[in-house]
């Protein structure tokens, strides 16, 4: 939803009450957040309401989705790293013991599976959408066949699709 409407909605009604609204998918604060960081600030002396103090053109700021400025609410991202780690024995010591036929099947594994882009660190941010239930399933059973996990799936879609619209 555009800061511009959200706006609109404050002058005839409480924050609260629009959060509630199944087109707003945030909390109270965070949508109060959000206008702080479009650089919209709430005066409670005067004439009460929201009033831009930011940079740039209020109309411009208008424009924009409130989500461009909402953050996650405790999501972090995460960092994975392809590290391989010696197995542990039940007395906290490193054992040497199946390591190198472990290594030798991950090979032969890396082998037959399909080549991939992977990189060594790379940062993820933990996303939520809705997805037809139908197309779930076979994103799922495919990721399954394929030995890999859904977010691997997505992630070479979507990287597949914008290198396709990049190309247009």
């Given at each position: 939803m555009k800061i511009g409407k959200i706006l609109?909605?404050?002058?005839?009604?409480?924050?609260a009450n629009i959060v509630k609204r199944a087109d707003v998918h945030l909390s109270e604060k965070s949508l109060r957040k959000a206008l702080n960081k479009a650089g919209y600030e709430y005066r409670n002396s005067g004439e009460k309401g929201w009033y831009f103090v930011g940079e740039g053109e209020e109309e411009t700021v208008q424009e924009q989705l409130i989500y461009d400025f909402?953050?996650?609410g405790k999501a972090k991202a995460n960092v994975s790293t392809n590290v391989n780690k010696e197995?542990?024995?039940?007395?906290?010591q490193r054992s040497n013991v199946g390591i190198k036929?472990?290594?030798e099947q991950v090979e032969q594994a890396n082998e037959q599976s399909a080549p991939t882009m992977e990189r060594t660190n790379?940062?993820?941010?933990?996303?939520?959408?809705?997805?037809?239930?139908?197309l779930m399933k076979e994103l799922k059973?495919?990721?399954?066949?394929?030995?890999r996990t859904v977010y691997e799936l997505v992630?070479?879609?979507?990287?597949?699709?914008?290198?396709?619209?990049?190309?247009?």
């Open positions: 609109e909605l404050i002058k005839t009604d409480t924050p909402a953050t996650a197995p542990i024995n039940n007395t906290n036929r472990g290594k790379v940062i993820r941010k933990r996303s939520s959408f809705d997805m037809d239930v139908e059973i495919q990721a399954i066949i394929n030995n992630e070479s879609a979507v990287r597949h699709y914008l290198a396709e619209l990049k190309g247009k």
